[in-house]
């Protein structure tokens, strides 16, 4: 039973001469046609030229139904292709000019308050370190006269 085996083999797409055949599979899904307003557009105005018994020539030229130009022409009647050249998806937030600037001064900010705390933990250091010592320093001298 080695010609009814679908996996294997040469006997599969071998034709009488060697010559290959097309598989007669079927796709597990068709895939669906999306066509842009540009293309919508473009064929309308085809078909708004044609003359009578050119339109089904333009039609199996390009694969498609009369009632995709129905279809077609009312969303063009209702101003609806203009709209499906936008894009989709979440809108672009509009940039602050400023806001790069507003960045560096708020991470500058940050910088400076890390620096002034080290120097007041620094001169709490030095004040208890002057105390335990028994020294004085020049302010606290001048501040009990």
């Known amino acids: 039973?080695?010609?009814?085996?679908?996996?294997?083999?040469?006997?599969?797409?071998?034709?009488?001469?060697?010559?290959?055949?097309?598989?007669?599979?079927?796709?597990?899904?068709?895939?669906?046609?999306?066509?842009?307003?540009?293309?919508k557009l473009k064929i309308l105005e085809e078909a708004d030229r044609c003359a009578e018994g050119e339109l089904g020539a333009l039609l199996r030229r390009e694969g498609l139904y009369h009632s995709n130009l129905l279809t077609w022409r009312r969303q063009r009647k209702e101003g609806a292709l203009k709209a499906l050249d936008r894009k989709r998806g979440r809108k672009a937030k509009a940039v602050n000019p400023l806001a790069g600037e507003v960045h560096r001064l708020q991470r500058e900010n940050r910088r400076l308050k890390g620096k002034l705390q080290r120097a007041g933990i620094m001169l709490e250091i030095q004040k208890k370190t002057s105390r335990l010592l028994g020294l004085s320093l020049g302010a606290d001298e001048e501040e009990e006269s």
Not at 7 to 33: C, H, I, L, T
């Open 1 to 39: 039973m080695e010609g009814t085996e679908r996996s294997g083999g040469p006997s599969k797409n071998a034709g009488a001469g060697g010559e290959s055949r097309p598989d007669p599979e079927v796709p597990p899904q068709a895939v669906r046609r999306r066509f842009s307003a540009s293309y």
